[in-house]
């Protein structure tokens, strides 16, 4: 499956964003997504998941609260609405489609990521 991501881009601490990752090439619904983000000098790390079905979902204790994932399946289409922005949200983000997990070695395809600047 191919994935594009978009929506990044500066943004004032306490200010929102809404990032999209639009999937083709394969049935989006058969694939669980995530969001994983990396800051400069940083590992890739776990943002956010959500099932095939968009029930469930997980996140990080650091985005927890403020950041809301969801799916629409009719568009092939993976959110992650961000708000409550702080600097240290600063990275870019890609989205994965995969399995349900945690870890990126869980996710068979990436998107080419997405830059999200938060000025303090």
């Known amino acids: 499956v191919q994935l594009q991501a978009s929506g990044g881009g500066l943004v004032q601490a306490g200010g929102s964003l809404r990032l999209s990752c639009a999937a083709s090439g394969r049935t989006f619904s058969n694939y669980a997504m995530g969001w994983f983000r990396q800051a400069p000098g940083k590992e890739r790390e776990f943002v956010a998941r959500?099932?095939?079905?968009?029930?469930?979902?997980s996140y990080a204790d650091s985005v927890k609260g403020r950041f809301t994932i969801s799916r629409d399946n009719a568009k092939n289409t993976v959110y992650l609405q961000m708000n409550s922005l702080k600097p240290e949200d600063t990275a870019v983000y890609y989205c994965a489609a995969g399995a349900y997990s945690s870890r990126s070695g869980g996710y068979d395809f990436w998107g080419q990521g997405t830059q999200v600047t938060v000025s303090s």
């Open positions: 959500i099932g095939r079905n968009g029930i469930v979902t």
